[in-house]
C-alpha cells in the first residue's frame, strides 16, 4: 500500500470525542473527558455556559475511571443535582467499584478570573463500599440527605439508599426488583418516585412497566402503584420510554401503544388515583428510542418550559411547552442528536449531520430563535463529501424498506463496485449521520449503500417488530433485495457487491453469503456466529433477547442451528474477512477462532485478524488503521481491482 493510502485512512478517521454525558445545571455545563494519552483514567469538568472558550475546570481531581457498566452496555456514568442552592455531584468509579459524591457552589468573581467556576464546599466522598456489581445513575436525593439510586448485584436489581453523611457504608436494599429496573426519577421534593421494570422474555423496548411510589419521612417505599390504563396498556404490550418529573405532581414520559412513541403526560396528585393529563399522538414521529443503555433523553426542562425531542425519518424537531401545552416546534439539520440537556430556557446538545462531525451546541431560548435552527446555528461542513440519499425499495413481503445511497465522489469504475452495510443491534437504525469509513470509500470511487432493514429503528413498531421471530431472514433478504434493485437500476457492477456487518450486522452479512448470493465477498467485525452459543453464553442484559428474534429456545432449536453461520460456514465459498478482539464479553473471539482454519481452508483471500486489546467496538486508533488498510488489500484480491 501507497504512503498515500495510509495518509487518506489516517485523515479519515474521526478526532478523539469531547464534551461527553452532558448535563446542564443552572449556568454551568459538565461532562466527562479523558485525563492524560491513555483511556485509563478520566475525570468531570464544567465551564459556564455559551462561554465555548472558557478554560475547563476539572472537578474530579484523583485518579477515578468514571464509567457505568449498568446491565451490561451501561450508560451515562454520572449524575449533577441542584440540591440546597449548591452542585451535588454523584459518579460511579470503576477503580473503587463504588458511588462517590462531592458538593460544590458557584465561585466568586476572582475565581472565575482564574477559570475556577466552582467551589468544593466538601471534598470527594465514596459514599459505598465496593460492590461486585453495577450502578445505573439515575441518583435522586431526598430532603433528608439520603440518595436513591438502583444497582444490580449478582444479576438481581435493587432500589437502594445510601446517607450522605457517611463514608464507605453498605448499600441499604430498600426494594429487590423481580428483574429488571431502570430509569429512576423523583418529583422536586422526592416525596414521589418513579422507575420503569420488564421481565422475561422481553427487552424494554417491546414491554415493560411503569410504577410509581410514595416515600415515608425516613426514606422507606410507602406505596407502591404500577401505572394501568385502559387507553394505554391495560390490554396489550407496550414501552415507556423516560418517566420524566415536570413538577411536583406531573410526569411526561411516551409510550408505543399508537405504533409510534408518543408524548404522555400524567397527574400523580394522588398515587391511588393516577390518571392522563395529556396524550400527543403523532404517526410517523418518535418521541423514543430502544434503551439499550440507560441515561437516553428525549425529554429535559420543566412544566414551564419543557424541551422535547422527535425523530422523524433521517431528521430531528425540537419542541417546546409551556404549561403542557405546544408552543413551538423547531427544525433542524441534524441526523443524529444526543446529551440532551434543558435548565430553564438554556438548552445543550450534541447535534450531528451528514457533511459535519458531532458538534455542542448552547441555545438560549429567552432570546428569538428561529423556528429553523439552521438560521441560528454555524457548523462547519466537511469538504469532500458524499451525502446520503433516502432511497425506500421493496423488502421482504414487499414491504416498504429504507435504506441510505451514498454515491462515489471520484469515478474509477466503469460501474462503480457496492459496499452494502447491514447495522448492528439488530434493533438500530442508520442515520446517515456523517461517518469516515462510510466516506473513504466514496472517495475511492465505491458506492455505498446502508440497509435499514425490517426490525430498525425510528420507523414505528411495526416496522422494529418484523424482525420477531425471522432475524437471520428477514435482514439478509433486504440487504439482498437493495442490491438487486441498485443493479436494476444499472447503478454499480454486479460482479463486485460486497457486504459489511459489524456484531450483529456480521451475522447479517454472513448469511446474506449464503444461497446463491449476489455478494462478491464480505466483511465483518466481531460477528454474531452461534446463536445456540449466544443463547447460553450471552450476559443479562440481552439473555432473552433472542426469543423475539428466533424463538423459544426449547420449541425452535432447529432454527437456532440453521441460521447460525457456524453452522453453514462450509456452504460459503465466498472470500470473507474477519476482525475480532480478544476482550470482547459479548461474543467470544473464540467463536470466530472456531471457523478460521474452515473459512481460510474453503475460501481464497479469506482472513481472520485477531487484536489482544480490542473489545466489542474497536477504539485504538492505530487498530482502526490497520482494519482500513486491510480492507483496502482484501477487496483489491476479492475484487480484482
Not at 263 to 280: A, N
Not at 465 to 472: A, D, P, Q, S, V
Not at 572 to 597: A, N, R, W
Request: proline fraction near 3%; aromatic fraction near 16%; charged fraction near 25%.
Amino acid at each position: 500500500m501507497s504512503n498515500d493510502d495510509k495518509l487518506k485512512i489516517s485523515q479519515k478517521l474521526p478526532n478523539k470525542k469531547a464534551f461527553n454525558e452532558l448535563t446542564l445545571i443552572r449556568d454551568t455545563i459538565f461532562w466527562v473527558g479523558v485525563v492524560g494519552e491513555g483511556q485509563n483514567h478520566n475525570a468531570i469538568f464544567a465551564r459556564p455556559f455559551n462561554e465555548k472558550d472558557a478554560f475547563p475546570q476539572k472537578l474530579t481531581e484523583k485518579e477515578y475511571k468514571i464509567k457505568s457498566n449498568f446491565h451490561g452496555f451501561g450508560g451515562k456514568s454520572y449524575k449533577c443535582i441542584s440540591f440546597k442552592n449548591n452542585f451535588y455531584l454523584i459518579w460511579i468509579d470503576q477503580l473503587s467499584k463504588a458511588v462517590w459524591f462531592q458538593i460544590f457552589k458557584k465561585a466568586g468573581i476572582k475565581d472565575r478570573i482564574q477559570n475556577k467556576y466552582l467551589e468544593s464546599v466538601q471534598e470527594p466522598r465514596q459514599l459505598s463500599k465496593s460492590i461486585e456489581g453495577n450502578f445505573d445513575s439515575s441518583f435522586v436525593i431526598s430532603e433528608n440527605f439520603f440518595l436513591y439510586g438502583i444497582c444490580e448485584i449478582n444479576n438481581i436489581d435493587y432500589l437502594f439508599s445510601l446517607n450522605l453523611e457517611k463514608t464507605k457504608q453498605d448499600i441499604y436494599r430498600i426494594r429487590k426488583f423481580k428483574n429488571f429496573a431502570g430509569d429512576l426519577s423523583s418529583n422536586t421534593s422526592a416525596s414521589l418516585l418513579s422507575w420503569i421494570e420488564w421481565d422475561s422474555p422481553y427487552m424494554p423496548w417491546e414491554k415493560n412497566d411503569l410504577f410509581f411510589a410514595q416515600m415515608d419521612c425516613n426514606g422507606e417505599l410507602r406505596k407502591i402503584k404500577k401505572f394501568s390504563n385502559k387507553l394505554i396498556n391495560a390490554k396489550k404490550n407496550v414501552s415507556f420510554f423516560q418517566p420524566y418529573w415536570i413538577s411536583e405532581k406531573l410526569l411526561v414520559c411516551s409510550e408505543d401503544s399508537s405504533g409510534w412513541w408518543n408524548l404522555l403526560f400524567i397527574d400523580v396528585s394522588d398515587i391511588e388515583r393516577i390518571f392522563i393529563t395529556k396524550r400527543v399522538k403523532r404517526n410517523l414521529i418518535e418521541y423514543g428510542a430502544p434503551q439499550w443503555v440507560s441515561g437516553i433523553k428525549f425529554f429535559s426542562g420543566t412544566l414551564k418550559n419543557l424541551f422535547c425531542l422527535a425523530k422523524k425519518e433521517n431528521s430531528w424537531i425540537l419542541e417546546q411547552y409551556k404549561d403542557l401545552r405546544f408552543f413551538e416546534e423547531y427544525s433542524t439539520p441534524f441526523s443524529s442528536l444526543s446529551d440532551f440537556s434543558v435548565f430553564e430556557k438554556k438548552v445543550v446538545f450534541k447535534g450531528y449531520g451528514s457533511d459535519f462531525l458531532g458538534n455542542l451546541f448552547e441555545i438560549d431560548f429567552e432570546e428569538k430563535v428561529s423556528s429553523n435552527l439552521s438560521e441560528e446555528i454555524y457548523v462547519e461542513h466537511i469538504k469532500d463529501c458524499s451525502k446520503p440519499e433516502s432511497f425506500w425499495f421493496k423488502g421482504f413481503e414487499d414491504k416498504a424498506t429504507h435504506s441510505l445511497l451514498y454515491r462515489p465522489l471520484v469515478e474509477k469504475f466503469i460501474k462503480p463496485p457496492l459496499l452494502v452495510r447491514a447495522h448492528s443491534g439488530p434493533t438500530s437504525f442508520f442515520d446517515g449521520s456523517y461517518n469516515s469509513e462510510v466516506q473513504f470509500w466514496t472517495l475511492k470511487g465505491f458506492f455505498v449503500a446502508e440497509v435499514n432493514y425490517g426490525g430498525s429503528s425510528g420507523f414505528g413498531k411495526d416496522y422494529r417488530e418484523r424482525l420477531n421471530y425471522k432475524w437471520g431472514i428477514v435482514d439478509s433478504y433486504d440487504c439482498k433485495a437493495l442490491a438487486l434493485e441498485l443493479l436494476k437500476l444499472k447503478l454499480v457492477d454486479s460482479e463486485k457487491v460486497v457486504i459489511f456487518g459489524n456484531s450483529a450486522g456480521g451475522f447479517t452479512a454472513l448469511n446474506c453469503l449464503l444461497y446463491r448470493s449476489i455478494f462478491t465477498a464480505a466483511i465483518c467485525k466481531y460477528p454474531v456466529i452461534d446463536l445456540e452459543d449466544m443463547h447460553y453464553n450471552t450476559h443479562r442484559f440481552e439473555k432473552d433477547y433472542l426469543n423475539s428474534l428466533v424463538g423459544n429456545y426449547a420449541k425452535n432449536q432447529y432454527d437456532y442451528t440453521n441460521r447460525s453461520p457456524i453452522n453453514q460456514i462450509n456452504k460459503i465459498k465466498k472470500p470473507i474477512l474477519l476482525f475480532h478482539g480478544k476482550k470482547d464479553t459479548v461474543i467470544s473471539y473464540k467463536q470466530t477462532l472456531k471457523i478460521q482454519e474452515i473459512l481460510i481452508h474453503n475460501n481464497k483471500y479469506s482472513e481472520v485478524i485477531i487484536f489482544e486489546n480490542e473489545g466489542h467496538g474497536f477504539k485504538n486508533i492505530e487498530n482502526k488503521e490497520v482494519v482500513m488498510q486491510k480492507c483496502q488489500e482484501f477487496l483489491k484480491k476479492a475484487l480484482n481491482i
